[in-house]
């Protein structure tokens, strides 16, 4: 069992930079593959970022590619998403997620929700205008 709590949400005007973390609780962190989805209210959930176990291989949504920047520390059972140049429609509950992974890499199949086992219960998000 994996349990995360995220931590790092809040209130931001537009352009302005926000940095999430996910601290994971139980056995084997570096085994996981992890990931960060976000949802706004009648909004369907939305992939946002991905990381392999070791770090090594990331993988990002088209809209936030070049501004957010997910990354872990293993050591401290912990992932973080730095998000700058925020946007009013990134208002949302962003989550991270964790899958036990075999491979070595994230890719494509990272950005399913069905991809991943467990879930925090997300922090809120919200960029003003």
């Known amino acids: 069992q994996v349990q995360l709590v995220e931590s790092g949400g809040g209130l931001v005007q537009a352009g302005g930079s926000l940095r999430l973390s996910c601290a994971a609780s139980?056995?084997?962190?570096?085994?996981?593959?992890m990931g960060w989805f976000r949802q706004a209210p009648g909004n369907e959930r939305e992939f946002v970022a991905a990381i392999s176990r070791s770090g090594a291989t990331t993988y990002y949504a088209d809209s936030v590619k070049g501004r957010f920047t997910m990354s872990r520390d293993n050591a401290k059972n912990t992932v973080y998403l730095q998000m700058n140049s925020l946007k009013p429609e990134e208002t949302a509950v962003y989550c991270c997620?964790?899958?036990?992974?075999?491979?070595?890499?994230?890719?494509?199949?990272?950005?399913?929700?069905?991809?991943?086992?467990?879930w925090g219960q997300g922090t809120q998000v919200t960029v003003s205008s």
């Open positions: 997620a964790a899958r036990l992974q075999t491979g070595p890499t994230v890719g494509p199949e990272a950005t399913l929700g069905r991809f991943y086992d467990y």
């Open positions: 139980g056995r084997f962190f570096s085994s996981y593959a």
